[in-house]
């Protein structure tokens, strides 16, 4: 319940983030450089959490991030769990050489580094919001594919699925109505356990300038501004750090929750 709080607070604060940032995150003010969070000795209310290195106001930049952070881990779930799905149902059903041909692509894919494919890709496209949630979409769709696909092989040789066929069904009908919403739960625990790994890429992308580019605000860029300055105004990596932190720990434990509620094993 701690980790659905949390969840839901970070997202009611993305969505409301200009009415609860306390400044514009792009406005720079280097009077008021290296600020430190009010609870320090120069510190001031003004600015919560401090300023950054132009004296732009970090929990400004945090909220508006968290909008980043989001929007990637969430659509690019929705994305691979969409073409994941899909793959694995059509890898069960069909079988023979589509099955194999699928799966082996599986298997390549998952040879290949993630994080170093993910690089050159946006790399060799571009980096940018779209490009990111595009490359990180489609590339994480085996995951999704391998597991609805065992559940498939089982659920497509259980009495009613032969009943429904004798009765004349079609096979979108079967997938749709049948095998569908019995493979349901093992898809809302993966996409429960990938959402916060597609946030941590997406950290790691713009830790290397392949992300969200400058000023737009993204809790990895943030934590890659802040090392150059780590010995003077520590709060800079240390704020959007242990948001990430908080945040990827707390997806886990609503992933971790639903597999033990979803399974009926338990």
Known sequence: MVGVAIVLAVIVAAVAAPYLSPADPLAQNLSHRLLPPFWEKLGSTAHFLGTDQLGRDVLARLLYGARITLLVGFVCTFIAGTVGTMLGIIAAYIGGRVDALIMRLADIQLSLPFIILAIA??????????????????TSWVRFARVVRAETLVVRELNYIEAAHALGAGAWRIVRHHILPNVASPIIVVATLEIPRLILMEASLSFLGLGVQPPTPSWGSMVSEGRSYLDVAWWLTTVPGLAITVVVLSVNLVGDWLRDSLDVRM
């Open 121 to 138: 890709l946006v790399a060799a496209l571009g980096p940018s919001l779209f490009n990111i949630i595009i490359v990180l979409g489609l």
